[in-house]
């Protein structure tokens, strides 16, 4: 097995991501024919200089866009301007500040909603229970498709995640078949939303079908896979970092309980400390000097947003988590045109989150000290469940 796939380094990477920062900050993996980066400003330059750095073609092999009639894989993700910048046009209005805003008080009734089944049982499985339902069901409301179906939303969302690491030599045997399923599913919801449109993403995209923006159905169905995936691995993965980073600092916990104002500045810093990303990748458009090494065009590049978050010549003291850092100027929802569009929400659904947790949730703690399953995928970084205890109210 590749090491970067090992249970241990998904759930710790950065002892490797330092030791690669000092010895070879930019270096090419012969065994995966990729080159990467790891200090934050070649990460920040690799994700925001999109003329020597192209999104195009920087998916990774038996990525979900490429399988099974998908025609035009992510659209969002992997695309240039000036395309990007059309298609970014027209699914930014739903991530407005003032149209996320308005969804706080749908996204807090949720909270509760979820809270209220375990509050008098003494325990949670933060993951199963909250940290994945919740994100779901609000990008599913969003999409305009049945939050019911949120088991086959997981699945699916795991399989596109993991079927990267087949750039490390991993599996993606079952990642083909969740593809076809994922659009299956979504050509269903399509063709009801053409007999019928609704007040959602889906129908607006298709209204846009035969606009200015000229979207095909493949389109239409890499906006929805992208949106259902993108817009609950990474709040989920945000929520469980938060809640295991804060266990495992219990000084920090308390300081946030005595100062709840700290919230907004405490999730900038787990993004920092625990990217819910990890890694991006770009496609070299031309011989491009980085580091005093000269990467080829044509080249596939992986930017390790994990390692440049910890560098030390960015942020002092990189190693410490201090939820009172500032300035805290890290890139965990990426740089430039691809910055996260959906960074607002995530924040958003987080805070709410992280503030129910701490209120409804008294004396939490590990069930155990045994090591947690990592979420599957090195380009994700989280926990894929959390058995926790608190004491009961009620």
């Given at each position: 097995?590749?090491?970067?796939?090992?249970?241990?380094?998904?759930?710790?990477?950065?002892?490797?991501?330092?030791?690669?920062?000092?010895?070879?900050?930019?270096?090419?993996?012969?065994?995966?024919?990729?080159?990467?980066?790891?200090?934050?400003?070649?990460?920040?330059?690799?994700?925001?200089?999109?003329?020597?750095?192209?999104?195009?073609?920087?998916r990774p092999p038996a990525s979900a866009g490429a399988a099974a009639g998908q025609r035009d894989g992510f659209s969002l993700i992997t695309t240039d301007p000036p395309r990007h910048t059309q298609l970014r046009s027209l699914v930014n209005q739903a991530f407005t500040p003032k149209a996320v805003a308005a969804l706080e008080p749908r996204i807090a009734e949720l909270t509760h909603e979820l809270l209220d089944r375990v509050a008098d049982s003494g325990e949670i499985d933060l993951i199963g229970d909250f940290a994945y339902p919740l994100p779901v069901i609000v990008i599913a409301e969003l999409l305009g498709i049945p939050s019911g179906d949120r088991d086959r939303f997981k699945h699916w969302s795991d399989e596109v995640?993991?079927?990267?690491?087949?750039?490390?030599?991993?599996?993606?045997?079952?990642?083909?078949?969740?593809?076809?399923?994922?659009?299956?599913?979504?050509?269903?919801?399509?063709?009801?939303?053409?007999?019928?449109?609704?007040?959602?993403?889906?129908?607006?995209?298709?209204?846009?079908?035969?606009?200015?923006?000229?979207?095909?159905?493949?389109?239409?169905?890499?906006?929805?896979?992208?949106?259902?995936?993108?817009?609950?691995?990474?709040?989920?993965?945000?929520?469980?970092?938060?809640?295991?980073?804060?266990?495992?600092?219990?000084?920090?916990?308390?300081?946030?309980?005595?100062?709840?104002?700290?919230?907004?500045?405490?999730?900038?810093?787990?993004?920092?400390?625990?990217?819910?990303?990890?890694?991006?990748?770009?496609?070299?458009?031309?011989?491009?000097?980085?580091?005093?090494?000269?990467?080829?065009?044509?080249?596939?590049?992986?930017?390790?947003?994990?390692?440049?978050?910890?560098?030390?010549?960015?942020?002092?003291?990189?190693?410490?988590?201090?939820?009172?850092?500032?300035?805290?100027?890290?890139?965990?929802?990426?740089?430039?045109?691809?910055?996260?569009?959906?960074?607002?929400?995530?924040?958003?659904?987080?805070?709410?989150?992280?503030?129910?947790?701490?209120?409804?949730?008294?004396?939490?703690?590990?069930?155990?000290?045994?090591?947690?399953?990592?979420?599957?995928?090195?380009?994700?970084?989280?926990?894929?469940?959390?058995?926790?205890?608190?004491?009961?109210?009620?």
């Amino acid at each position: 097995m590749i090491p970067f796939l090992t249970p241990e380094i998904l759930r710790n990477p950065y002892p490797i991501y330092e030791m690669m920062r000092a010895s070879q900050p930019v270096m090419y993996m012969e065994p995966m024919q990729f080159w990467s980066v790891f200090r934050f400003d070649h990460v920040r330059t690799v994700l925001s200089d999109s003329a020597r750095f192209s999104s195009a073609g920087g998916r990774p092999p038996a990525s979900a866009g490429a399988a099974a009639g998908q025609r035009d894989g992510f659209s969002l993700i992997t695309t240039d301007p000036p395309r990007h910048t059309q298609l970014r046009s027209l699914v930014n209005q739903a991530f407005t500040p003032k149209a996320v805003a308005a969804l706080e008080p749908r996204i807090a009734e949720l909270t509760h909603e979820l809270l209220d089944r375990v509050a008098d049982s003494g325990e949670i499985d933060l993951i199963g229970d909250f940290a994945y339902p919740l994100p779901v069901i609000v990008i599913a409301e969003l999409l305009g498709i049945p939050s019911g179906d949120r088991d086959r939303f997981k699945h699916w969302s795991d399989e596109v995640v993991a079927s990267a690491d087949t750039i490390l030599g991993g599996s993606a045997s079952g990642s083909l078949q969740a593809h076809r399923e994922m659009n299956e599913y979504f050509s269903g919801i399509i063709a009801e939303r053409r007999r019928a449109p609704k007040d959602d993403l889906i129908s607006a995209l298709i209204a846009a079908e035969e606009g200015e923006f000229h979207l095909s159905e493949g389109d239409i169905l890499s906006f929805c896979a992208l949106l259902l995936v993108a817009g609950n691995e990474t709040t989920t993965n945000l929520i469980g970092n938060a809640v295991l980073t804060l266990l495992e600092h219990p000084e920090e916990l308390a300081k946030l309980r005595s100062r709840p104002e700290l919230l907004p500045s405490a999730i900038e810093e787990v993004l920092r400390f625990r990217s819910p990303v990890q890694a991006m990748f770009r496609t070299a458009s031309e011989d491009v000097d980085i580091g005093g090494q000269v990467i080829p065009a044509g080249s596939r590049v992986v930017a390790w947003i994990g390692s440049a978050n910890r560098d030390e010549e960015k942020f002092p003291d990189a190693a410490r988590f201090d939820i009172e850092r500032t300035p805290n100027g890290h890139i965990a929802f990426g740089h430039g045109i691809h910055f996260c569009l959906g960074a607002p929400l995530a924040r958003l659904e987080a805070k709410v989150a992280l503030a129910a947790v701490l209120e409804r949730l008294p004396e939490l703690a590990r069930v155990n000290d045994e090591p947690l399953p990592p979420a599957r995928g090195f380009i994700v970084h989280g926990v894929s469940t959390m058995p926790l205890r608190f004491r009961p109210q009620g």
